[in-house]
Every structure is written in C-alpha cells, then in structure tokens.
C-alpha cells in the first residue's frame, strides 16, 4: 500500500470510528493529493503519487500548518492551537525521520572538505544534498550550518 492510499484507509477509519479530526486532516490531505494529480494531468488514482512527490506535498502542508498556527497563537485561539498542533502532528507521521543536528553537521562537514568548498560554493552544497540527502534532512538547519561553518 502507498503513503497515499494510506490516507484513503486513514478516511475510512475515521468516519467509522467517529474521528472527526483525524477525519478532517486526513480528507485535507486526501484533497491536496488529488489537486496534485489534476494539476500535474495524471490519472486520479493516488496509487500514481510518488513518495517523493507525496512528501513534497506533505511538507508543504506542513509549513502552511505551521505558519497559521504562528498566528493563531498570536491571536489567543487556543482551539485552533489545538486543531493545528494535532494536524502537524498527524502529517509528520508521515514523513521520513529527518537526521539530527549533529549528523547533519557532520555529512556538512564532511562535503566541504572533500570538495574543498568555500563560501562562494553555497549553492553547490545545498544541490549535493538535495541529490543525496533529500527526505533525510532539514533544509532549513543545513542552511544554517553550512553559513556557520563556512563564516569560521
């Protein structure tokens, strides 16, 4: 079974066992997958959605559910706190275990110096990791790392 046929099952068992919010997020994401589909003129069967296409659209669900939940904090909605939070919660399940911190800044580390890189060579690192790497890491920390380690 795909990633996304396991959202099909996901809306099954939700509307059988009265889940409303698990129901909600998982039609959310059933939605997008379908748009992605129409949008890219395949046929309509999420069997079809790569897992890297599905973690794709997951991610970006995922950043749109963060940035709101920003604002709902900042505005006091403690509801929609909680709608967002167990939303997040739900599609992170279904992403890859990203690498932590540490072995993050070692296969960083480890490009650099085998490539002799420098700070000019910015982009060349993030492509090294896209290829090798993409699903495995945050993005956003190597971002991070590599400007600290190349400003030493």
């Known amino acids: 079974m795909s990633l996304a046929e ?4 996901d809306v099954k068992s939700a509307l059988k066992g009265g889940d409303k919010k698990k129901l909600s997020i998982a ?8 748009n992605y589909l129409i949008k ?4 309509r069967e999420l069997s079809k959605i790569s897992d890297d296409n599905f973690y794709k659209i997951v991610k970006t669900q995922v950043k749109q559910k963060k940035e709101s939940l920003e604002f709902a904090e ?5 509801i929609k706190v909680n ?17 932590g911190e540490e072995e993050t800044l070692n296969i ?4 650099i110096n085998v490539n002799k890189f420098t700070s000019k060579d910015f982009g060349k690192i993030m492509g090294l990791l896209k290829k ?10 190597a971002s991070q790392i590599i400007k600290n380690t190349l400003n030493e």
């Not at 960083?108 to 490009?111: A, E, G, L, P």
């Not at 090798?132 to 920390?141: A, C, M, S, T, V």
Request: charged letters at 30%; aromatic letters at 12%.
């Open 83 to 99: 709608d967002l939070t167990y939303d997040i919660k739900y599609l992170n399940g279904f992403l890859p275990q990203l690498k």
């Open 40 to 43: 890219e003129n395949l046929d």
């Open 74 to 78: 900042k505005a006091g909605d403690s």
């Open 108 to 111: 960083i580390t480890n490009i």
């Open 132 to 141: 090798d790497y993409n699903n495995q890491i945050d993005f956003n920390l």
């Open 27 to 34: 039609r959310y994401l059933s939605s997008e997958l379908k």
């Open 6 to 9: 396991k959202i099909q099952e």
